[in-house]
């Protein structure tokens, strides 16, 4: 049974080249199988078509869009949906409100930088 403290995350929200503005919670190499980040997607934007090496979920919790999975047609999401995102298919997501869209995500194993596979 692990009974370590994790060091805290950087508690910086930064904007990526995806046009996300991310803040991490959890993502330490002494944790590799789970990753945690709060997202912020804003107002009339679109995220760069990308996909991941590891599984993803979406927890919306704010705000509304239409999620593109797979190359399938969009759906729309909004606060209390979970979206299943395998490992190596390709995502985006339109903000289609007037304010923030907001998600936690959720990815296993843990995201690094070198998973990420800009589509666009």
């Known amino acids: 049974m692990r009974n370590t403290l994790i060091p805290r995350c950087s508690s910086d929200e930064i904007l990526t080249r995806e046009r996300v503005h991310i803040r991490e919670r959890l993502n330490d190499p002494s ?7 709060d997202c912020r997607v804003e107002a009339g934007i ?6 991941l090496g590891v599984a993803e979920w979406y927890v919306i919790f704010e705000g509304s869009g239409l999620m593109e999975v797979g190359g399938g047609e969009p759906f ?21 409100g007037d304010t923030d869209l907001c998600i936690q995500c959720v990815c296993m194993p843990r995201f690094t930088a070198d998973c990420y596979v800009a589509l666009e």
Do not use: K, M
């Open 31 to 37: 944790v590799p199988e789970v990753s945690l980040a």
């Open 76 to 96: 729309p999401v909004g606060p209390g949906d979970s979206v299943e995102i395998p490992r190596d298919i390709s995502q985006r997501i339109t903000n289609t």
């Open 46 to 51: 679109t995220t760069e078509l990308h996909s």
